[in-house]
């Protein structure tokens, strides 16, 4: 049996959200305590940022439709030394591209339990203060600039 191939450093970061503003954060399984966005590695270079948001959204939430849209967001981060034997040796750093995707409140959540433990529902002001990582808790600081709020 041959070992799974690396991680590619090139990932997505979804903020899903509603109309309202409210943002999904789920806690990670490898890591209680740590809330965040839904986060994936790309499966192929080719493979499309939307393509790839679609999937990881899909694997790790459920979710499957919702309005997506390209925040044009890429932040470029050390990656943590507890997740770096996931990739090829001497690669530190990874590309993260930022999405949104906006699904409709009472959207079903149902959680892949290798990867996550809980979700919840917060108000996007709320949901940056909870996100473990500081690229996530800035991404959903930026969701009113991407969502203007309906009123």
Same mark, same amino acid.
């Given at each position: ?5 690396f991680?590619i450093?090139?990932?997505v970061l979804v ?9 999904l954060?789920?806690?990670r399984?490898d890591?209680?305590g740590y *809330?965040q966005?839904?986060?994936g ?5 080719d ?5 790839t948001?679609?999937?990881e959204v ?15 967001l890429e932040?470029?981060? +050390?990656?943590?030394p507890?997740?770096r034997?996931?990739y090829?040796?001497g690669?530190t750093?990874?590309r993260?591209h930022?999405l949104?995707l906006?699904v409709?409140a009472?959207t079903?959540?149902?959680?892949n339990p ?6 919840? *529902?917060l108000?996007?002001?709320q949901a940056a203060?909870?996100?473990?990582s500081?690229s996530?808790a +800035?991404a ?11 009123s």
């Open positions: 049996m041959h070992p799974p191939p991680k450093p090139e990932s903020v899903i959200h509603t109309p309202a503003r409210e943002v954060l789920i806690e399984a890591a209680p *809330w966005s839904v986060t590695a790309k499966d192929r270079l493979e499309s940022w939307e393509s948001a679609r999937r899909a694997e790790e939430t459920g979710i499957e439709g919702g309005e997506l849209t390209d925040w044009g932040n470029v981060y +050390e990656i943590y507890r997740w034997h996931r090829a040796p690669v750093h990874n993260e930022v949104g906006c409709p009472g079903p959540v149902r959680l290798r990867e996550h433990l809980r979700w919840q *529902w108000p996007w002001d203060d909870a996100c473990f500081p996530n +800035e959903v600081l930026m969701l009113p600039r991407f969502m203007p709020r309906f």
